[in-house]
DNA sequence: TAGCAAATTGACAGCGCTGTCATACCTGAC
DNA sequence: GTCAGGTATGACAGCGCTGTCAATTTGCTA
């Protein structure tokens, strides 16, 4: 039989309610003891029976992280959060748990209470889009689940990690206007994404304070896919006065961009700088590499469930985490033509 | 309080043990009564603890699902096993834990104890390419623990699922010779990994059976990356005698092959047929769209996990499903120049 | 129509842990 | 030296289910 609690207790000569506690890191143990109980789980190799504590102590050490997987047929994005969340969850003994989810489904908040119900988690985690969808945090919190967030759209008082998305866009489209590009594109993501808002009021911002009037020719809407930055590139490629920079809201538009490039015989970065936004894998693949800005997903993943575990164990001292983010310049971008 | 087993039990009149035996589809128990307690359940709601259920009955409900993540950062391959795995367990009310492992790291098998011992899962769904990764296999045996795999590399006594791929890439490279190809390049996989293998195998099977010899100048290396596709399919436009088809081992490397072309003046299809393999979202967003062969990952992970699930069930007649896969013909081949 | 095996049902303990509360111990103020 | 007021530890029940085995009912056979 595997080693119980109780065969622990014996071993450090205390009792079962006590080496419980060491293992709870509660208070009221003398370190003397604690040291001894400790030494005596690890001589064991003690491993708790999660279903025991469960039962016992009505707590899952579970946390689900609820995504849509509507739009995006397994996004990398949500797979390096995904990282993120389980490499937290699993330092501190925790178990991910996954719900996909359908917001335009009807039975949205039916599958998310089957969620709660069935498994019990003691937390979710929130990803975009879903981590502003009013009906859904309202439940949540009637049913007193606990939760964080990444990247949510309203920074209210809301627990979670952000980036200044705003703030890089702006960084980004400086960058471009560094290099002596006057006539810069924007291809902007799914309408109503946060993400999408703030890609564009910072590219919004760069063009004013650099005094460049912003030409509605060149900001096109885009759909966060290859194929919407491809098509939005051809309507720019089209145009009788070209942009000579184009700053697609995501890498995935901007691969979509480059390929458009191709298409219309444009040499990038000599033509057309292309840049883009997320530093997925497949920008550092792409020739030439992408210029992008680098938002930690996995990092921002990772972040948002040790917030939601602090939160859990009552040190919830942590709001809404800013994380910083970085420019990553490469070959796409160039000075203008 | 949330209502229990016994309340249902009540309920229906019937004893807590015989409720159990309807929730776990036990015999020995009459229709009539099957039937009322299942009206009592339904009537009230009623979800098993799944806490109390792993605690008194020697099962955890869970299946964990063990991926290499050294090489590919968040590849959308492995996403849609995940997707499919875990919209088995749910159908089945078991939950889907996850264990990212590096083969190379000394500790593997440290980690995968600790998984089995820190949350005893039921049975594990094993991806490529750790399907055959014989200390692996062996631990599993040793502590127990049933396992299905998807596309493992041996086809002895496994329990999963596999494509024929090694058929399909054969039926692929006689599509080109269709179109009156001759000269067919291949860009091989990642070396030892089953897909690499079987796909090489299919275009050497099918030059031969159609009496072309193979020039070893066209049968180049890659590594599953869309950068090796780059890399791979710049040596062949190179060469004095171009590859009018060139067939890659996958869609990433496939994307690689037509970024090349463009870099090389050549229109795809016009100047040179390319495909690849897989089927990944990528494949049909690219223009032109790209000829591949659809491997059903999701459904694959999705039927892994239900022969795992129905061999722990005790139901296992079910050895090595294999699935059929289909030929995508889509713009990017094209009749011989 | 008694008699026996098989099918059905239930009583009860216990899975491994934690919550509650009682008890033992310790400190410093007077 | 005594006692209040804390701190440290333990006894014990019970979380919600299932395994075991005994009791009861049913279906057949002779």
């Not at 739009?71 to 995904?82: G, W």
């Not at 471009?176 to 590219?203: D, E, F, P, T």
Request: charged residues 25%; contains cysteine; proline residues 6%.
């Amino acid at each position: 039989m595997r080693v119980r609690l109780e065969d622990v207790a014996r071993k450090a000569g205390v009792s079962p309610k006590t080496v419980s506690r060491v293992l709870n890191d509660e208070a009221n143990v003398t370190d003397a003891t604690r040291e001894r109980v400790r030494a005596a789980m690890e001589a064991m190799d003690y491993r708790p029976n999660p279903s025991a504590r469960s039962l016992a102590g009505h707590r899952s050490f579970v946390i689900a992280m609820l995504y849509d997987n509507n739009d995006n047929p397994a996004s990398t994005y949500l797979a390096e959060i995904q990282d993120g969340v389980l490499e937290a969850c699993d330092a501190h003994r925790y178990s991910m748990m996954l719900r996909p989810l359908r917001m335009r489904d009807s039975d949205f908040i039916r599958r998310v209470d089957a969620l709660i119900s069935d498994h019990h988690p003691d937390g979710v985690v929130l990803t975009p889009p879903i981590t502003d969808y009013a009906p859904l945090l309202k439940r949540l919190r009637e049913l007193g689940v606990p939760y964080a967030s990444v990247s949510p759209l309203r920074r209210g008082k809301a627990l979670g990690v952000t980036m200044d998305e705003q703030l890089a866009a702006r960084a980004m489209v400086e960058h471009l206007i560094g290099l002596g590009h006057r006539r810069i594109a924007h291809v902007i993501g799914i309408a109503n994404h946060g993400a999408s808002r703030w890609r564009l009021a910072g590219y919004r911002e760069a063009m004013a304070a650099a005094g460049l009037t912003e030409d509605p020719a060149l900001v096109v809407q885009g759909a966060f896919t290859f194929a919407s930055g491809v098509e939005a590139a051809r309507k720019l490629f089209s145009l009788r006065k070209r942009p000579t920079a184009v700053f697609a809201a995501n890498d995935d538009m901007a691969t979509g961009v480059m390929w458009a490039a191709g298409e219309y015989g444009l040499k990038v970065p000599q033509d057309v700088s292309v840049c883009g936004f997320d530093d997925t894998p497949l920008s550092r693949q792409l020739w030439p590499a992408l210029t992008t800005v680098q938002q930690p997903s996995r990092e921002m993943g990772k972040i948002a469930a040790e917030q939601l575990l602090a939160d859990l164990r009552g040190q919830g001292a942590g709001r809404l985490v800013q994380i910083p983010f970085s420019l990553q310049v490469r070959g796409s971008t160039a000075a203008a033509p």
